[in-house]
């Protein structure tokens, strides 16, 4: 395991509130978040994960790196600083993206940067059996008022082969 990854901050969030961050660890040695997304994690120390998130950074499993402005001002009209920011990087660095917005999927798609989800992270996590199953990880997720569709839940878990 020496993959790297780019974040955005709504999985980071995700997987720091209900402790599981660990997850993401177990698949990637190196996350890397632009400023904008520390900012988007960290400014509220109450905010869901922060503390998680804050310890993750102590431990240098993420990594901050500054992004120029000027790289990232074209997407920055339809995407928060933070996607803008994520995005870019991924880009310029030439690295995989984890990020849940549609737009910014959609953003990303466009630079053909490679993506993946939350719910990706964690069917990969299963498939390489670092997890037993994605269910109870996704009700934790679900409870903790992480937007995810009963839809997406049942495509999720049929992937899975789970009920």
């Known amino acids: 395991m020496n993959k ?8 980071l969030i995700a997987f720091g509130s209900i402790d599981k961050l ?12 632009p400023g904008a997304v520390a900012g988007e ?9 922060a503390i998680a998130i804050t ?32 995005i870019t990087l991924a880009h310029s660095l030439n690295l995989p993206l984890l990020i849940d917005e549609k737009l910014g999927r ?3 798609k466009k630079l053909r940067v ?16 670092m997890i037993r199953a994605i269910k109870p990880i996704l009700m934790l997720l679900k409870n903790g008022h992480y937007f995810l569709s009963d839809a997406l839940i ?3 878990l ?5 009920k």
């Not at 997850?23 to 890397?32: E, G, P, Q, S």
């Not at 994690?41 to 994960?49: I, V």
């Not at 790289?71 to 339809?78: D, N, P, T």
């Open 114 to 129: 490679k993506i993946i989800g939350t719910i990706g992270v964690l069917l990969l996590a299963k498939q390489k059996k």
């Open 22 to 33: 660990s997850v993401l660890f177990k698949l990637f040695a190196t996350v890397i978040i």
């Open 55 to 86: 310890q993750a950074i102590h431990d240098k499993k993420i990594q901050i790196h500054s992004v120029a402005p000027s790289s990232y001002e074209k997407i920055l009209s339809i995407l928060d600083e933070g996607e803008a920011q994520a």
């Open 106 to 108: 959609g953003a990303a």
């Open 158 to 162: 049929t992937r899975a082969k789970e």
């Open 154 to 156: 049942k495509e999720a």
């Open 41 to 49: 994690c960290l400014t509220d120390k109450a905010r869901p994960g």
């Open 4 to 11: 790297i990854i780019i974040a955005d901050a709504s999985p």
